[in-house]
């Protein structure tokens, strides 16, 4: 009784908090309600027996990528009123998928049907004298490993899809050539001058500019060009 009203707890403060993720205006708002959506569904997690995704969903993705996310947010100074700006264009488009989605999850619900075993199943996942955590990496890495890959996989070209998306080139950058930095010689960068003792750089034609005293003021602008001036023949 305790654990089918706890369900029903986790199930609609999860169901509840994933909707204001979406439909919250202030991203850190979202990024807050996304963290309670985890802890509910950690708890879900705690109640099928599910121990160690339990605590890999509170560790890793509360702990580190949630939190990534609300410093991100914070961090960017993000013009949202800009991005909103093409909400009224991109409506149709945006109902129409929804639209279709909604007729799928419609059509699955109508065709599941709850297997005649689920009740004792759920509170006896792990098999006989098996840790939770080998059963979960036997089903994984054994049981459904091509499954797994495809995942990898798919998660791997939606990595770099939002790279090559996001990336911008910009044209005021400087770009590092490491085929010229390599095939320049001595020659071209160097220059050896043999210059005789006490003359200094004084033979190159380089000369150092006078330098004032600490307790001299100028109080117009001749004396200062006077001093320039001067200064490439100190």
Known sequence: ??????F???????LASAAAVVSSRNPVHSVLFLILAFFNAAGLFLLAGAEFLAM??????????AVLFLFVVMMLDVNFAELRSGYQRYLPVGATIGLILLAELAGVAWGW????EAATLRFAPNPVAVHNT????RLIYTDYILLFQAAGLILLVAMIGAIVLTHRERKTSRHQSIRLQTERTAE?????VEAGIGQGVKTLGIYRPLVSEPEEEFTDETDTATVLGHGGHH
Do not use: D
């Open 56 to 65: 890999i969903l509170v560790i890793v993705y509360v702990g580190a990528v």
């Open 188 to 192: 071209e960068t160097l220059q050896m």
């Open 134 to 137: 080998a059963a979960l990496g």
């Open 113 to 116: 049907r709850m297997a005649p």
């Open 1 to 6: 009784m305790i654990a089918s009203i706890a």
């Open 8 to 14: 029903y707890v986790f199930a609609v403060v999860l």
